[in-house]
């Protein structure tokens, strides 16, 4: 599934390329015909919390609207509404250029800390940034995991009456 969020979604689109979804940013200013023609014609889904966008001819189908707010709410919305894996393959693009990263040959990099050396780097061909698993991308990770986990709420329920104190 490949998604166009509004300019107000910028963390949450964000969010969707950490997850490995091709997610573009719609730029700013843009009016709402022409990001419904753009969602369209690129086949993508709308994702916006803008009501108004909903009365256009040529919604429908095309529209996710959420009426969530913050971002945590939004990401769990998205899971519901249209069944958004976080952890569909996380860190696999970058997250400001929205294009899959490649493997960084062993010896391109002057500009990587020595510490760490000795992992898997990836690249963006774009913007020439290099990402690893380092302390931001594990924490990262960490909330994708919990946005996966509470995707399922029968699962967690009977667990969490299990610890109610005094019983
Ligand atoms: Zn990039």
Do not use: I, K, M, N
């Given at each position: 599934m490949k998604l166009l969020c509004d300019e107000m979604l910028k963390g949450l689109c964000r969010w969707l390329?950490?997850?490995g979804y091709d997610a573009e940013q719609a730029s700013e200013g843009e009016n709402d015909r022409n990001l419904?023609?753009?969602?369209?014609t690129s086949g993508r889904v709308l994702v916006t919390r803008d009501r108004k966008l909903q009365e256009h001819r040529g919604a429908a189908g095309t529209?996710?609207?959420l009426t969530c707010n913050g971002v945590d709410?939004?990401?769990l919305e998205l899971t519901e509404k249209l069944g958004i894996d976080w952890l569909?393959?996380?860190f696999s693009r970058c997250l400001i250029c929205n294009i899959p990263l490649q493997p960084l040959p062993r010896d391109a990099g002057d500009s990587v800390p020595a510490d760490v050396c000795n992992q898997p780097l990836l690249?963006?061909?774009e913007c020439k940034r290099i990402y690893w698993k380092g302390s931001h991308v594990r924490r990262m990770q960490e909330k994708l995991q919990?946005?996966?986990t509470s995707g399922c709420k029968q699962e967690i329920l009977p667990m969490d009456e299990k610890?109610?104190?005094?019983?």
């Open positions: 390329r950490a997850a419904l023609a753009q969602a369209r529209l996710c609207l709410a939004c990401a569909h393959r996380p690249c963006c061909p919990g946005w996966a610890t109610v104190p005094g019983t």
